[in-house]
């Protein structure tokens, strides 16, 4: 298939778009290439992008523009015909969000619109993006599940996903277009983002620098590994939604729709104390954390825990990643990269 990959030089969008490459579809990835976080990263990725697509036969290609330019958006879509869209960019951090709002207007809402009008116009046979478990904000029933109300967002940057869902749903009823957002919980792995926990803290610690623990470290994330979310992602995209014939509009359910629609969870299933998450890491490197003990956070939820038996029932896939092996292997990946030897 021919697919379009946009946010690939990110943590997600790259190893999607490695796989799809490795699996023998035509790629094309769209990015801007922003400096939210460094841009080294970024460009390390596609440089191996391209290395991997040498490998495949180079069927793979990369636009350097920004999706709220339409202009550019729609001159990608006149030149290639795409079997599939996985939409994956977007103004990531929880935090950040309160800082510059208008960034994720720009990243999230508009940008999608380009998206969606797009793939519309293009008659694209499937659109996938990318949601966020921080939709589910002030629900408190665990595990979050697809089929409960998710209206009550604690964040910015988590209205404006939840906004993208319903966007999507839009323009499935209005133009029967297949829509399948995914909601990822606490992606974490090699090549990761810097602005997240393991990241900065796998810095501080070889460092010797302290780390900041937020309400204490008791509050508790279904810590998901990339792989697990890569495999996701594909399925979801192989799996044209579908219109659920039973769908009852006197008994809602957000997951599903008369219209091609749908929405999964992709998360371990299986939640982690943050401190847990951090003796894990303590255990890779092989040193102790010097930790600040901090309150809990404006916007932060308490606990996170995915319901995945839709993903499983539906698309046959269950994430399998443990917490000690995946941070073990973000830490080979780290002490490799920044070419960091192991303690004598």
């Known amino acids: 298939m021919k697919v379009l990959v946009t946010g ?17 579809d035509e790629v094309v990835g769209f990015d801007v290439v922003n400096d939210y976080y460094d841009t080294a990263l970024k460009e390390a990725r596609l440089a191996l992008l391209e290395e991997a697509a040498g490998r495949q036969g180079g069927r793979y290609s990369f636009i350097r523009a920004n999706l709220a330019d339409r202009t550019a958006v729609e001159t990608c879509f006149a030149e290639h015909d795409f079997d599939r869209v996985i939409h994956l960019a977007a103004q990531a951090g929880i935090r950040y969000s309160l800082e510059n709002p208008h960034s994720y207007v720009e990243s999230n809402l508009i940008s999608f619109t380009n998206i969606l009008e797009a793939c519309r116009h293009a008659q694209v046979p499937h659109l996938t993006y990318a949601s966020t478990s921080s939709v589910y904000g002030a629900n408190t029933k665990m595990p979050f599940s697809e089929h409960d109300m998710a209206d009550h967002p604690l964040q910015f940057y988590a209205a404006t996903k939840r906004a993208n869902e319903l966007m999507a749903h839009s323009y499935s009823h209005l133009f029967a277009m297949p829509t399948t957002g995914l909601r990822f919980f606490t992606v974490y792995g090699p090549w990761g983002r810097p602005d997240m926990a393991l990241f900065k803290f796998t810095r501080n610690i070889l460092e010797g620098q302290p780390i900041t623990v937020y309400n204490n470290g008791n509050h508790t994330r279904d810590f998901t ?41 992709i998360g371990n299933s299986a939640p982690v104390k943050l401190m847990a998450y951090i003796e894990a890491l303590e255990e890779a490197l092989g040193q102790t954390a010097i930790r600040e003990m901090l309150p809990r956070q404006p916007g932060d939820a308490l606990d996170t825990y995915a319901d995945v038996s839709d993903l499983v029932h539906e698309l046959g896939y269950r994430p399998t990643v443990s917490v000690d092996e995946g941070v073990r292997r973000f830490v080979d990946w780290y002490r490799d990269f920044y070419r960091i030897g192991k303690p004598a």
């Open 8 to 24: 690939n030089a990110g943590f997600i969008g790259y190893h999607v778009t490695k796989r799809l490459i490795e699996r023998g």
């Open 225 to 265: 590994y990339i792989d697990d979310i890569v495999e996701g992602v594909i399925r979801a995209s192989d799996a044209i939604a579908q219109s659920n014939p039973e769908w009852d509009g006197s008994r809602q359910d957000p997951a599903s729709s008369l219209a091609p629609f749908r929405l999964y969870n």
